[in-house]
């Protein structure tokens, strides 16, 4: 069965340092891979997506994900977090059936 | 151009009760999914549909009615609410399925008492 795990439930980072939020997956067969986010009462937004090819892929608001199907992992990095990125993160994998991990959410310290 | 309008956004009922939670979009997009987000569960699909009159379960459908008569609302119904579907609900669409984008909507908050 398909499954997503999001081993950090909260990380609290420093506004200009770096992130990787970890995302590990079971599936059966090449997944669909991605990163949502979430801010406080809205609905979700994609980051960023992964079907095949390269296997870093580049989302919107500076963020990136890198797939190793070794690992069975597709984590999501930023360079330097901005306040602005402080919300709850998802990773999710499947195709209509879709599983979410349990998210990660994402504190940012002036 | 609203995109994906769920209503209403805040619900309490009593436990038995019928609810039906709304979704309507404008995007003509063939998929639409309900999930459920809870603490600690993120967000778990009960059901979608890839076209109007075409439904599918999804991974806690138990509890939960949907229909689909037309391409652009996709109605979620609880048919005798208890506690624990206490929770906010998303409705999301996507322009077709097998790993397109979903979008979105602003979520009902619903409270069974």
């Known amino acids: 069965a398909q499954s997503v795990t999001q081993p950090d439930i909260h990380i609290t980072v420093s506004e200009g340092a770096s992130l990787e939020l970890r995302c590990n997956y079971s599936y059966g067969a090449t997944p669909y891979l991605f990163w949502y986010v979430q801010s406080p009462g809205q609905g979700l937004q994609l980051l960023l997506k992964y079907f095949s090819g390269d296997t870093l892929v580049q989302g919107i608001k500076g963020f990136e994900a890198e797939f190793k199907r070794s690992q069975s992992s597709f984590n999501l990095r930023k360079p330097s977090v901005h306040w602005s990125d402080a919300a709850e993160y998802f990773c999710a994998v499947g195709n209509n059936d879709m599983r979410f991990g349990a998210g990660t959410r994402l504190t940012v310290k002036p | 151009d609203a995109g994906i309008t769920q209503s209403p956004r805040y619900k309490i009922t009593e436990t038995g009760r019928q609810v039906t939670l709304m979704c309507h979009q404008t995007w003509s997009h063939s998929y639409m999914f309900w999930y459920r987000q809870d603490l600690g569960h993120g967000l778990r699909l009960i059901y979608y549909?890839?076209?109007?009159?075409?439904?599918d379960k999804g991974e806690v459908p138990d509890g939960y009615v949907v229909s689909r008569s037309k391409t652009e609302n996709f109605p979620l119904t609880l048919e005798s609410a208890t506690r624990s579907q206490t929770s906010v609900y998303f409705c999301?669409?996507?322009?077709?399925?097998?790993?397109?984008?979903?979008?979105f909507g602003p979520g009902t908050r619903l409270t069974v008492l």
């Open positions: 549909s890839a076209a109007a009159d075409i439904t």
């Open positions: 999301a669409t996507s322009q077709a399925g097998s790993g397109n984008e979903q979008f």
